[in-house]
């Protein structure tokens, strides 16, 4: 008889044998005691929750998605599923007016942008600090991003659009709301380097934010009209026009490829291993021969690489590590692979502010003590909280790159003629 | 001999389960002196080794409507004084392509004759109210079933009792009785921790032992034929389904699927077992592929569901004919008088019938003592509630457990305990942060419910500890939870010597049911229970032959 | 992506295999499928510790004893010997201190105060070199108030057992109250992030007023401190008036974590790529040798490498996986060493011979596995998966997971010379 061949249930709730493992890598139990910890919040609770919504315990919302329980699991559990889907089904709460602004990434630079030099002087304003924090419980301890005063999408209309089609292969690249609003200049690297390595940036017919901080804040259905949009446009660029999606946040790539499906629901699968960050894009097409990058001589930087969190997750630090390490005059240094305490908007609230920079301590003790000029890593967030908290400049693995390689060089050994 | 030994009762109840444990407080709430007695646990027989189905009736409806017409009128009983103990689920009757749709509409005569509200309802309808039905289904009935925690139930029946007077001795074994004459005068006790034998005296001796009353019986001279059929169920790891659901057609092997606490089991097999292996509880392997075969059918996700363990228990049936499957047989119940029928005084037997009607056969019992003894009380079992079931039936409300000092909600913990206990949740203390702490995390079981169990609840080990709260009853099977439990308990018993051996046993027992079951997930638990009590530990040092420690 | 070697698995034995394999100056790569059963320590490392219930006191005479089939008698003895004092070495190299000898076993006290043999002890956990003369004198067992991964009354009875006199105590010092309000999170590997810095310093003067109190010659505390490193357990001792030893709490094990952690960092230091996280779903063969894997997260960019080393350990790593009807090898689906129907593989007491314990793929005297009964000349088993023995009664997890790993990083420096 043929039952019980291989035992599944959602998320895998059930295949956890109570190792406990998780707990120990749980970057909020460390810090907060009234977070349930990962295994009581996720396979512990699934159960009473399927006995009865009763159970569900609103503490669940410390939970900061970082998904190191499952990176952890020997089991594989997915315990931050298993967290997030449950918030989503039984949390009472409804998202509060900061919710909705810290989850409103790109409606807000929207409107940000265009008044960027007034909006960015007013955010760093004392008064304006002490409103958020006690008003809409934003915490006065934490620097806001900086809006730029020109969007990465008008920049590219006005400077790149025009010149891509001529490169003889093509990519789309998904920008996201940090590089649109706040720091189109890694977007423009991207440009650089890719057209470098003879291939045109082109963009997604519309693009939305991708959702995970509408995820994070359980505005569900805006999350979900946003997804569908961002996966129509991908579908037309992977099935029409026959081109990957490639990103330089580990976020928007991780929420666009296991997020949408495990979270939202929404099939993704026909795409999803056509979305990747670009070191992914780039490494393979390095190590399968088709490219080289030609670096120039002058380039002298101690670099210490984090791996964001979504990253650990994802799996793929070794690409944007192993480029790096091409770089000859880098000198690497890996940071032990933990959370920053940010997770997005969670750090900026004031009820996690605390445990935010508790939780990122031990990193920031480790980049002051490393020595290095420069940390990199493939997060924007990861990137204020770094800045923020030790005062270190933090870079994109891709701007790194950009700077490092020699421009005509690189066009000339692939042979790249626009 | 002390004087407490010397106190002379109206009554002496022999059996800690469901019945043993009804009758004495049905006694004890009459004014009767009573002492319960149980040579291991309470619920440790077939109480704690069924389905704990709060049947509606239905299933006995076309074979036996008196059995099916008790059973509505306690189920209505039950929903009212046990409420903590009972989870209003609902049930369903579905069939499957391959039964006949016929059966059903003699089905629903048979239950509303028998006054059970049957409501034939469309497949569809069926499948949305419990989706973990077979899909392929061509009938469905909607019946009142619900679940029963027998565990709960036995236990607020002691603490009634206990409450009106009764006096309760767990862990003595009746080894002979006292006589003068033609007449039963007492009990001859043997304490199973110290060996050592003492007489209980009593006006009357009740033998509510299940189908161990076969032998006690026999131990009075007297002969009570017990029909014993084995049967094995499955624990799945957490509710697939939360609507009981049965097979429409005649009672078979692992019909029914009852959703119970945090798991789901399935049940029964059937099989006619000689009264010598009534203590060899072992599931075979051909028990758990019937069940698997026939329980995927009416549930098809169990087949890739997650199973925790195994167990059988054995239906305490009065022979009475050579049926071979034991399942045509009146699940009546027998009221023995043995003065009347053999001629022995002082000596009534309380057996056949089923969990579901344990509060009737007390009050036959109880108004056969009484009778017997001169008093004329009237039984009021069906009106008060037991402990812990007295205040409404809440959504995580009314119940005055405070929450623990330092967060605003109830803990999940609490929560747990709530549902466990009902209103004597109130007396779990929280005073201090290592009392809030949790022991068993699967089944969210605290310090302080420990504790409050030790103190309140006849605990003297592990196992009893686990039926009290379900600690060690969830997804890790005890791995986690046992040696910290073992940590509290010590503390009490001040015995490290007997609480490690509990422990060693302990752990020993919870492989014994996950061992019918050892592929997948149970054998990854099953290694690394043995690597930490076994490799870590060093508790096989002082293990226990398994014959000696099952469940007791 | 290319290496040299490619290890599945990153627990001890992966970990012992890909650091010798870089040190060589090999390209290693560790996929790992999630956390490693490393963190369930004892404390102590077996080489070889029980024959039919009976304590063994010298592990080598025993091992030579070994019926064939067994990894270490695959092994054999010369090569036992050469590899052995690699050991102590390698694992200080990445910051674990280890004490024994291996010659003769000592016995480390468990947490339920028994005594069990033991190899290679972790830095200043209790052991003894005979259980029946503890060297202790009175004893304080110092516990941290509110923890329930420790247990006192029960060392107690093992040490009054062996004639010792003992008192109980716990303490707490303030940074742990936050901690202890968690009612599911007060665990070893969570009280010793705290127990850092300047909190080590009060800790020590609570256990020197303890030890004044009760007069005590020796202090034995749960191991709830040094979690990335040795540093905190140093520190503590220096300021203990007298000596401290550590017993192993239930989990977490703080020295199994510290050890994962230690080693995972060394192999990745000295170059080594370390995947976590990751699961190889396939591997594409060719003619007896495997070519490449893929894994989950890498998808359709195949890992390359000369020679593989299945480390997956055993069932609960999923290094094998059982249904109701069979055992099997769940990546590449190897062949199998498995007795007899489901039945035959456990008994019903836990504390009997279990079978499943011993199995394992199949592997040559060389430990390469085989698949469809065809040998695979690139790729080799160590540690738990490569089975033929019962880690459990023999206590010889530790050793055969060491001792296989070194075997074949040699076999595979050799051969790519």
Not at chain 1, 288 to 297: I, P, R, T
Not at chain 2, 309 to 328: E, H, I, K, M, Q
Request: proline letters at 4%; a negative charge.
């Amino acid at each position: 008889m043929e039952y019980q061949e291989n035992t599944v249930s959602k998320n895998n709730f059930e295949e956890c044998i109570k190792c406990t493992i998780c707990t120990v890598y749980c970057p909020v139990t460390a810090v907060n005691p009234d977070y349930p910890g990962p295994k009581q919040a996720g396979p512990d609770g699934e159960r009473y929750r399927l006995k009865k919504p009763f159970f569900y315990d609103e503490a669940l919302k410390y939970c900061l998605n970082c998904k190191r329980c499952e990176v952890a699991c020997p089991s594989n559990v997915k315990i931050g599923d298993i967290i997030q889907s449950a918030r989503i089904k039984y949390s009472k709460h409804s998202p509060t007016l900061r919710d909705r602004m810290l989850a409103s990434t790109d409606f807000m630079g929207t409107m940000a942008t265009p008044f960027a030099p007034i909006v960015n002087g007013i955010l760093r304003l004392k008064p304006v600090k002490k409103i958020m924090d006690s008003v809409l419980k934003i915490d006065d301890g934490r620097t806001f991003p900086t809006y730029a005063h020109q969007t990465f999408t008008s920049w590219y209309k006005k400077h790149a659009a025009s010149s891509q089609a001529a490169y003889p292969r093509q990519a789309v690249y998904f920008h996201g709301c940090y590089v649109q609003y706040n720091y189109p200049q890694l977007g423009k690297d991207l440009v650089t380097l890719m057209n470098a390595v003879g291939y045109g940036v082109q963009l997604l017919e519309k693009e939305k934010c991708c959702g995970v901080a509408k995820i994070a804040n359980k505005l569900i259905d805006e999350a979900m009209r946003d997804a569908n949009i961002n996966l129509a446009s991908i579908r037309k660029a992977v099935h029409d026009d026959k081109m990957q999606i490639i990103a330089t946040s580990s976020t928007c790539t991780f929420t666009m490829r296991d997020e949408y499906l495990h979270i939202l629901g929404i099939d993704n699968l026909d795409v999803r291993d056509d979305i990747m960050l670009a070191t992914r894009f780039l490494y393979n097409l390095i190590d399968s021969g088709q490219v080289k990058l030609v670096f120039k001589d002058g380039f002298h930087k101690r670099v210490a690489y984090h791996t964001p969190c979504h990253m650990e997750k994802l799996g793929w630090s070794i690409y944007s590590t192993s480029l790096l390490k091409m770089i000859p005059g880098l000198d690497f240094v890996q940071l032990d692979s933990q959370c920053c305490g940010i997770a997005g908007t969670y750090g900026f609230k004031k009820e996690n502010y605390e445990y935010s920079q508790g939780i990122g301590k031990a990193l920031f003790d480790q980049i002051l003590n490393s020595h290095v000029d420069l940390v990199a890593t493939d997060c924007e967030t990861c990137k204020w909280q770094i800045e923020m908290s030790t005062g270190m400049p933090v870079a994109n693995p891709v701007s790194i790159l950009a700077e490092a390689i020699d421009i005509e060089k690189t066009k000339a050994v692939n042979k790249v003629v626009v | 001999m002390s004087q407490e030994n010397n106190r002379h009762y109206d009554v002496i109840v022999i059996g800690g389960g469901a019945t043993g444990a009804g009758t004495a407080r049905d006694c004890a709430m009459r004014g009767l002196k009573t002492l319960l007695v149980e040579r291991f646990d309470f619920t440790a027989g077939a109480t704690g080794r069924n389905h704990g189905l709060l049947h509606s009736g239905a299933r006995y409806a076309v074979t036996d409507q008196e059995s099916a017409t008790e059973c509505i009128k306690e189920n209505m009983i039950l929903r009212r004084i046990a409420r903590h103990c009972v989870d209003d689920t609902g049930g369903l009757f579905v069939t499957l392509p391959e039964d006949d749709l016929e059966y059903q509409h003699n089905f629903v005569e048979c239950c509303h004759k028998a006054g059970i509200n049957a409501e034939p309802i469309d497949p569809k309808d069926a499948i949305r109210l419990e989706p973990a039905v077979n899909h392929d289904i061509i009938g469905a009935v909607k019946v009142p079933d619900g679940a029963i925690d027998p565990f709960r139930l036995t236990v607020a029946n002691v603490v009634s009792a206990r409450k009106d007077g009764a006096d309760v001795l767990t862990y003595h074994e009746v080894i002979g009785f006292e006589r003068e004459q033609n007449r039963i005068t007492g009990v001859k006790l043997r304490d199973s921790k110290n060996g050592e034998i003492t007489s209980r005296y009593a006006d009357l001796v009740i033998n509510a032992g299940g189908i161990w009353g076969h032998h006690i019986a026999e131990l009075a001279g007297v002969r009570v034929n017990m029909f014993p059929a084995k049967g094995a169920l499955l624990i799945f790891g957490h509710r697939v389904n939360n609507v009981v659901i049965n097979r429409c057609r005649k009672p078979a092997d692992a019909d029914i699927l009852v959703p119970g606490d945090t798991i789901s089991l399935i049940g029964t097999t059937s099989s006619r077992i000689p009264y010598d292996q009534i203590d060899n509880m072992d599931v075979t392997q051909e028990e758990v592929d019937v069940l698997m075969r026939e329980g995927t059918k009416i549930a098809p996700s169990l087949a890739y569901t997650r199973i925790l363990r195994a167990y059988a228990g054995v239906r305490p049936l009065v022979a009475s004919d050579n049926d071979p499957s034991g399942r045509s047989i009146s699940r009546g119940i027998v009221c023995l008088d043995h003065a009347t029928r053999d001629g022995l005084e002082g000596f009534i037997t309380i057996t056949g019938g089923k969990l579901m009607t344990y509060r009737l056969m007390a009050e036959w019992a109880t108004d056969l003592a009484c009778k017997k003894l001169g008093r004329d009380v009237k039984c009021r079992t069906a009106e008060i509630p037991l402990p812990g079931s007295e205040l409404e039936a809440h959504e995580g409300g009314t119940v005055m457990t405070r929450p623990k000092a330092h967060i605003i909600d109830l803990s999940t913990d609490q929560k747990a305990a709530e549902e466990r206990h009902g209103s004597l949740s109130a007396e779990i203390k929280y005073n201090t942060l290592a009392d809030e702490a949790v022991v068993c995390e699967c089944e969210q079981v605290s310090v302080g419910e420990l504790k409050y169990a030790i103190d309140r609840l006849h605990c003297e080990n592990l196992i009893n500890l686990r039926r009290r709260t379900r600690l060690g009853m969830g997804t890790c099977q005890g791995e986690l939870c046992a040696c910290r439990a073992a940590g509290i308990l010590v503390k009490a018993n001040k015995c490290a010597e007997r609480t490690l051996r509990d422990l060693s046993s302990f752990i020993n027992e919870r492989w014994k049911g996950m061992y019918p079951v050892s592929w997948g997930e149970s054998l990854v638990e099953g290694q690394f229970m043995s690597w930490l009590y076994e490799g870590v530990c060093g508790l096989d040092e002082i293990a226990l032959p398994e014959d000696k420690i099952d469940a007791k | 992506m290319k290496y040299d070697s490619i290890i599945i698995g990153g627990g001890i034995s992966g970990l012992v295999c890909g650091i010798k394999l870089l040190k060589a100056g090999k390209k290693v790569a560790i996929v790992s499928s999630g956390q490693s059963a490393l963190h369930f320590n004892s404390g102590a490392i077996a080489l070889f510790g029980r024959k039919d219930g009976k304590d063994v006191l010298h592990p080598l005479d025993e091992i030579a004893r070994v019926p064939e089939g067994h990894p270490y008698a695959k092994l054999g003895m010369d090569t036992i010997k050469r590899l052995l004092p690699e050991v102590k070495p390698l694992f200080a190299e990445a910051g674990i201190t280890l004490v024994g000898s291996d010659n003769e076993n000592h016995y480390r006290l468990t947490p339920t105060g028994m005594f069990k043999p033991a190899w290679l002890s972790m830095l200043d956990y209790a052991s003894v070199s005979r259980p029946d003369s503890l060297p202790w004198g009175k004893v304080a067992i110092i516990n941290i108030t509110g923890f329930l991964d420790f247990y006192p009354d029960f060392i107690a009875r093992g040490l009054n057992l062996a004639g010792l006199q003992c008192e109980a105590r716990d303490f707490t010092v303030p940074e742990l109250e936050t901690l202890r309000k968690s009612s599911t999170e007060m665990r070893a590997t969570n009280i010793a992030r705290f127990i850092t810095g300047d909190v080590i310093r009060r800790f020590a003067a609570e256990v020197n007023r303890i030890v004044a109190e009760t007069h005590a010659d020796t202090v034995l505390m749960p191991a709830i401190i040094g979690l990335f490193d040795e540093e905190p357990v140093r520190l503590l001792k220096e300021q203990v008036v007298c000596p401290l030893y550590y017993v192993s709490t239930m989990p977490m094990s703080l020295c199994g974590m510290r050890a994962q952690m230690r080693l995972r960092n060394h192999f990745q230091h000295l170059g080594g790529a370390y995947l976590i996280g990751d699961t190889v779903c396939s591997g594409n063969f060719d003619g007896g040798r495997l070519k490449e894997i893929s894994t989950v997260n890498l998808g359709d960019m195949t890992l390359e490498a000369d020679r593989f080393v299945l480390a997956t350990g055993s069932f609960f790593s999923h290094g094998l996986e059982a249904t109701p009807n069979k055992v099997f090898e769940p990546i590449f689906n190897l062949d199998v060493n498995v007795s007899g129907p489901r039945v035959e593989w456990c008994d019903v007491d836990l504390y009997k011979d279990q079978q499943y314990m011993k199995f394992g793929v199949v592997t040559d005297e060389s430990f390469h596995v085989y698949k469809d009964g065809s040998r695979i000349d690139n790729m080799q088993a160590i540690g738990a998966v490569a089975g033929g023995h019962d880690a459990l009664k023999e206590e010889s997890g530790g050793g055969v997971a060491i001792l296989t790993a070194l075997k074949v990083a040699s076999d595979i420096i050799n051969e790519l010379k």
